[in-house]
C-alpha cells in the first residue's frame, strides 16, 4: 500500500527568518490610565519637596520617574490614548463645536484663525487637518518636527497684537501642573496670549479650549464645576460649551471682557467631603497688581 506523504505548506522567506524589526506593542488601557496617573502623583510629591528646600527627596523622585520612563513615557501613553479606539484626540470636540459656527459666518480653510496648542504631542490632530487655522505648536518635550520644545509659563509675552492667538488648547495639560497656584497661574497667563475681545477675527474668539480628566470636577474636594466656572468669569472668561465623559470634561471658554484690574482671591477649600475624593484644585493670587 502506498502511503500519501502529508504536504508540508511552503514557508516564505519570512517565515523562515528570525524578525529583525519587531513593531512595539499596545500599551493597553489599563497600564496607559496607571502610568499616567503615577507619573501625576510623583511630580506632585516633587513639587512638594521642592517648595520645601528637601533636595534629596526630589532627588528620588526624579529617579523614580526616570524609572518609568520619565516625561516621554508619559507622551508615549498619552498618544497611545488619541488612538481612533481608544477614543480619539480631543481636538475633535474643539472641531464640532466651531464648524458650525465657522460655515454659519462663511469662514473658509484659509488658516486665519490663529491657534497655539499648549502641550502638543501629534501635527496631525483635527485641528491641524482641518485648514482653518494658522497653528504653533509647544511641549516640554517636543516629540518631532513641528512641535516648539518650550515651557508656555517661560514663553516670553507678546509685544504686540501680531504675537497673540485667537484660540489657546490646553488639552490635558493643566492637569499635569503639579499644584494648585501653578494651575491658577497658568490660567490668568492664557490673558496674556490672547486677542482682545474686541479684536479677534471672528464672533467665536478670542477663546480657551481646556480638557481635564472628568474627576477633577467630578470626584474633587476642591473643585466643580460650579467653582470653575466661577473661577474663569473671574478672569473674564464666559463657557460657551461643555461636555462631560466618563472619562473626560471638555470646555470651550470665551474670553469676554478686557484683563480684570482685579481678581479675586481663590484658596484651595474643601466643598466635598469622602475618603475616594481627589485633590485637584485650583487657586488663584487675587489682584494682579
Known amino acids: 500500500m502506498t502511503i500519501k506523504k502529508k504536504k508540508r505548506p511552503v514557508k516564505t522567506l519570512s517565515q523562515g527568518r528570525p524578525p529583525t524589526i519587531q513593531k512595539s506593542k499596545s500599551i493597553s488601557r489599563k497600564a496607559t490610565r496607571g502610568l499616567i496617573n503615577t507619573i501625576h502623583q510623583l511630580e506632585k510629591k516633587k513639587a512638594q519637596a521642592v517648595a520645601k528646600g528637601d533636595k534629596a527627596t526630589a532627588a528620588i523622585v526624579d529617579a523614580e520617574i526616570a524609572a518609568l520612563g520619565g516625561i516621554q513615557k508619559y507622551q508615549q501613553a498619552s498618544l497611545q490614548g488619541q488612538r481612533n479606539d481608544r477614543g480619539g484626540d480631543s481636538s475633535r470636540v474643539l472641531m464640532e463645536w466651531l464648524k458650525p459656527k465657522f460655515h454659519a459666518s462663511g469662514l473658509t480653510a484659509n488658516g486665519s484663525v490663529r491657534m497655539l496648542e499648549v502641550g502638543a504631542l501629534s501635527t496631525t490632530n483635527e485641528c491641524s487637518k482641518s485648514g482653518f487655522f494658522d497653528m504653533e505648536r509647544i511641549d516640554l518635550n517636543s516629540q518631532g518636527d513641528g512641535i516648539l520644545q518650550q515651557d508656555f509659563m517661560k514663553r516670553p509675552l507678546p509685544t ?6 485667537d484660540i489657546i488648547s490646553l488639552s490635558l495639560v493643566l492637569n499635569f501642573v503639579p499644584d494648585a497656584q501653578g494651575r491658577g497661574d497658568m490660567l490668568l497667563r492664557t490673558l496674556d496670549f490672547l486677542k482682545s475681545h474686541t479684536t479677534a477675527s471672528h464672533d467665536a474668539f478670542p477663546c480657551l479650549f481646556l480638557v481635564l480628566p472628568a474627576p ?10 460650579t467653582l470653575l466656572e466661577v473661577i474663569m468669569n473671574a478672569l473674564g472668561y ?45 487657586a488663584l493670587r487675587g489682584s494682579m497688581d
Not at 504686540?160 to 492667538?165: C, L, N, R, V
Not at 463657557?239 to 462631560?244: D, E, V, Y
Not at 470665551?254 to 466643598?271: G, Q
Open 160 to 165: 504686540d497684537a501680531t504675537q497673540t492667538f
Open 238 to 282: 464666559t463657557k460657551t460649551h461643555s461636555k462631560i465623559t466618563q472619562k473626560l470634561v471638555y470646555y470651550l471658554w470665551r474670553r469676554t471682557s478686557a484683563v480684570p484690574a482685579e481678581i479675586p482671591v481663590f484658596k484651595k477649600v474643601e466643598i466635598r467631603s469622602g475618603s475616594t475624593r481627589n485633590n485637584f484644585s485650583i
Open 216 to 225: 477633577c470636577v467630578t470626584n474633587s474636594r476642591y473643585m466643580d464645576e
